[in-house]
């Protein structure tokens, strides 16, 4: 999927940092219907799930005819894959949400999904209130989408989370529409919790410097994401922030393994705070370079004149501290280089994701890179 094959070798150097984990990711879907142009069918989903020998919670996409049909396919899917998928079921809070997400529980959900966006409903849609309430009465996870496209949403989270403890509340990509204040917060709210699939290196670090690590669940948004991108941008950032063994394995599978069973969460330890963070500035004129390179690409134009600066940043020489970090960023810049302009956004996914994992090397200059 996208620049798997590119990518596998960076996946498996920063798996090679990393205490022997286990993955478990909180964010996937399937689904051939999104108006964002995106597909993913099941056998896609694991075939990209198998190199990382990852599970993963899994839900529709967008379907705009509405969602049960979608539910069942999920479910389905789920209970024939042998333990590696678990299916969420997603809904509308304006189509009885509440009868819909009872009947898929039954029938083998064991989480549901909002995207407020997809959907455009608030966080005080009455729907909304009728699946904590649902969420609260099984001990269940919410996952919500908190990303772009929406107004911020955590002052409601807080209150429900607070309202319904033992309800999870789990906020997509990195909660990034909130994450400025929300983790002041949430020494208070040991229920609300952030998942890692978000493309800006710089959320990341502060994802992980601001936000207790028992709080944050690895996640990649695929097919919007890849496994082979998201190890490297969420662990690279995990381990230049100082995360243990113990809680990079809380991160990487053991904590969504107790929202899914439904037990008590464990207690990864405080937030690292910025001491972690820090900022080379040859790398950050890479990073500045890279970052605007996604974002010309995300608005349809072309990236290459912001990849070209990125990789003149790079030449620092070869006797440089930051030297074997340039010479990663740009072996991936020039990868992106190479690959075509696609006409469509799922077309230059394959490009962005090469350019979001050199943008996490050049965030993270104390983790090593591959000589």
């Known amino acids: 999927m996208h620049a798997d094959d590119l990518l596998a070798p960076w996946r498996e150097q920063t798996m090679g940092l ?27 989903l ?29 479910i389905a899917t789920a209970l024939a894959s042998d333990g590696v ?5 997603r809904v509308d809070p304006h189509r009885a949400p ?65 309202e319904f403890p033992r309800a999870r509340f789990i906020l997509a990509h990195a909660g990034v529409c909130d994450l400025a204040w929300i983790w002041r917060r949430l020494p208070d709210h040991p229920n ?21 690590p028992g709080q ?42 107790r929202i899914i069973a439904g037990e008590d969460t464990v207690d990864l330890g405080p937030a690292r705070g910025l001491e972690g963070v820090r900022n080379d500035l040859l ?5 500045y370079y890279l970052t605007c390179a996604v974002a010309t690409a995300l608005a349809g134009e072309s990236p290459f004149e912001f990849l070209d600066l990125a990789r003149l940043a790079c030449k620092v020489g070869d006797d440089a501290p930051q030297a074997a970090h340039c010479a990663a960023i740009a072996e991936l810049v020039e990868l992106a280089l190479a690959q075509p302009l696609g006409e469509t956004l ?12 050199a943008a996490a090397i050049a965030t993270t200059p104390d983790v090593p890179v591959a000589s």
Request: proline share 8%; aromatic share 8%.
């Open 192 to 212: 609300v919790f952030f998942d890692t699939a978000w493309w800006s290196a710089p959320d990341q670090l502060a994802l992980f410097s601001l936000v207790p």
């Open 18 to 44: 990393l205490p022997s984990v286990a993955l478990f990711d909180a964010h996937t879907h399937i689904g051939v219907d999104d108006p964002d142009g995106f597909e993913c069918t099941a056998d896609e």
């Open 283 to 287: 790398l950050a004129r890479a990073n």
């Open 46 to 74: 694991l075939a990209t799930l198998a190199p990382t020998r990852s599970r993963a919670v899994v839900f529709p996409m967008h379907e705009p005819a509405g969602y049960p049909p979608a539910n069942d396919r999920v």
């Open 216 to 257: 944050i669940l690895y996640a990649t948004d695929i097919p919007f994401g890849t496994p082979q991108q998201g190890v490297v941008s969420t662990f690279r950032s995990a381990l230049q922030v100082g995360l243990s063994a113990h809680q990079l394995a809380g991160v990487a599978c053991g904590q969504l393994e």
């Open 346 to 357: 799922s077309a230059r996914f394959k490009q962005i994701h090469l350019v979001v994992t």
């Open 85 to 89: 998928l678990v299916p969420f079921c």
């Open 98 to 162: 509440a009868a819909e997400a009872r009947r898929c529980l039954d029938a083998g959900a064991r989480g549901i999904k909002l995207h407020p966006r997809a959907e455009n409903f608030g966080m005080l849609e009455p729907g909304v209130r009728e699946i904590a309430e649902l969420a609260d009465e099984r001990r269940l996870p919410i996952l919500i989408h908190a990303g772009r496209g929406i107004p911020a949403l955590g002052e409601h989270v807080l209150a429900y989370a607070t």
